[in-house]
């Protein structure tokens, strides 16, 4: 496996989320052991970037996680999260990235991830009841004590990501980003490239609409996250499946998957660049990893690049108010 460059971090260009296997995706929770197979499988084929959050279960994800890099967790590059969750007092659902409950989140993440350091802790979405340089200066205190390795964003806006980087170093900003979410093209990207920060895109594949594998959301649990996901709307979801059918057509064409395509076509974007596609089956792990040998043409790129946008918001109107703050 390649490496991507992460501000002064270095990890496999292609990276693991595990939230799907906790939280928020059809069969979630449902067989831990599969997903430990996954994460371990992960670990052969080089793919050593794991991502995880507090709020994911809540708390569930960092757990099993400890039990699937027992033994082998300095094989491992680990990113987890926090802010979501208040631990200071504030109400369910209010944002939280104080320094009172980052010193809480910090301490609970290490215990259930059992490490005794965390090589990524990100701000999970931009908490606008704390200045960021609150934020960043406490977790610089947890990389002085030795317990974070490096520091993240999430979602976070340009002029944000300058003041927090002005505070203290910022390895990685992570958003959403793929043929379908190009959002970050704009206005993260050049100001990350300027400052030498690294770029993690979630839901490279679409939230799945781009491995070509979900042709009806009938497919998906009563529980399933993307039920309330706009592009999954019934008037917005048969537009966006004719789009993914082009991916399919340049896959076709390569001899490769649709997945496998829309991963290369980001990894195409730069050697700052590393998506963490999420799975919580090997088949699929080992897909997306393939990704990593396949090489796009010029014309292929351009093709893809030209792509028109989707129908719907990548969020419901309440989280997209949490976006690039």
Not at 101 to 119: C, F, M, N, P, Y
Not at 315 to 322: E, I, Q, R, V
Request: proline share 5%; hydrophobic share 40%.
């Amino acid at each position: 496996m390649k490496q991507a460059q992460l501000g002064a971090l270095t990890v496999s260009r292609l990276g693991l989320g595990c939230m799907g296997m906790s939280s928020a995706y059809t069969g979630f929770g449902t067989d831990d052991e599969a997903s430990i197979r996954t994460v371990h499988r992960a670990l052969e084929l080089g793919v050593t970037f794991i991502d995880t959050a507090e709020i994911y279960g809540p708390f569930t994800n960092e757990e099993l996680l400890a039990k699937a890099l027992k033994g082998k967790r300095d094989r491992a590059v680990l990113a987890t999260k926090f802010g979501f969750v208040s631990h200071s007092g504030r109400p369910p659902g209010q944002l939280d990235s104080s320094a009172e409950s980052i010193k809480k989140a910090v301490e609970g993440s290490l215990t259930r991830l059992q490490t005794d350091h965390i090589d990524l802790y990100y701000q999970h979405r931009v908490d606008p009841g704390t200045p960021i340089e609150e934020t960043v200066g406490a977790v610089a205190e947890l990389v002085a004590q030795g317990k974070v390795r490096h520091i993240g964003l999430s979602e976070a806006g340009p002029e944000t990501i300058r003041r927090a980087h002005a505070t203290h170093p910022i390895a990685a900003v992570q958003s959403e980003y793929s043929l379908f979410t190009r959002d970050p093209e704009a206005k993260v990207l050049p100001t990350l490239r300027e400052l030498g920060i690294g770029f993690v895109p979630y839901s490279p594949l679409g939230r799945g609409l781009l491995t070509g594998t979900i042709t009806s959301t009938k497919d998906l649990d009563a529980n399933d996250s993307r039920q309330s996901n706009p592009r999954f709307s019934e008037e917005n979801f048969d537009h966006n499946l004719q789009l993914a059918e082009q991916v399919k057509q340049v896959a076709s064409d390569l001899g490769a998957t649709p997945a496998q395509v829309a991963l290369a076509w980001l990894l195409a974007q730069g050697d700052d660049i590393a998506p963490i596609p999420g799975t919580k089956r090997v088949a699929r792990l080992e897909e997306n990893a393939a990704a990593d040998a396949l090489t796009l043409s010029a014309d292929q790129l351009e093709r893809l690049s030209a792509l028109p946008a989707p129908k719907g918001n990548t969020h419901n109107d309440a989280m997209m108010k949490l976006l690039e703050r």
